[in-house]
């Protein structure tokens, strides 16, 4: 059952003081609700100039968040940006007088966080590697590793860089920077005294397993030049499905055509090593269709 409809089931059948008829668990008080740390959700819809925030239940009960509990120094200045957003809470006390129910966020938090690390840990012990979402909170560009947020709730793993991709990443800051606002999918890979390792590329199953038999030698393909060098050029297979999966990419001296990040580009495959993860291109022609004269003296201009 949804939290947030939970709560106001709970709340309802406290303030008119009438069996919960509609809970599974029958009936409930809200001293059993407090004894057993129910996790319920809030809206936030009001904040005192104290600090304190507030959501109210459909029959006229409130909920209150200390701002304590809740807010920091900092915080306390943009208290209002709060108001709308839902929070995981659990009941501490209430006043039936005021018709108060007095919430805490913080004690909540830690309850989450512990579910979540003992389910992560008895997974792992069951040798299950859980996926689960998660929000990249930072990256330590010389150390080469990412943090990540597991669910949003505080539980924070490591990922190192070469566990962000199975492909070739031109600039991976861009590409870690670009997921900062949007949850990603992690698989969970060792759980050590607290620490926690995670990746994200093996989430998805290995593009190489099967690249032999997916794209053999002599595959007429379409690449995407995302990376450039003095006499080859990495290139992202647009066609075929295989995007996951970066080609070195050669043209003969003969080849005329600029070579510019972002062109489209025909070409076979000349060689696969599936070992190391490698497979090579030959390059035959540029595909995009608007190179017209003044199209190539644009991007000639630019190389």
Known sequence: MNN?????QIINAIGNGTKDTDNVEGDITLNDFI???KIMSVIISEVDEEGNLYGYFNNGYKGMINYEDFLT????????????????????SYSSKDRVVFLSKKEADTIIRKKVQDTIKASLEKKKQPIMDAYVKGYNAQKKIIKVDILGTGVIAEMRFDEWSFAYVDDIIESIKGTMKKPIKIRILRYINNWISCSRKRVYKNPWTDIEEKLPIGTEVTVKCIHKFTSYF???IIENG???I????TYPKSFRLPIIKGLKYSGTINNIDQEKEAIVIKIKNVVDADLSKNHLKINMDRI
């Open 4 to 8: 947030e409809i939970y709560l106001k």
């Open 35 to 37: 004894s057993r740390k």
């Open 73 to 92: 120094e900092f915080a306390y200045k943009y208290r209002t940006k709060y108001i709308g957003k839902k929070y995981s809470v659990i009941a501490k």
């Open 234 to 236: 990495f290139g992202e």
């Open 242 to 244: 295989r995007a996951d």
């Open 246 to 249: 970066i080609a070195t990419c």
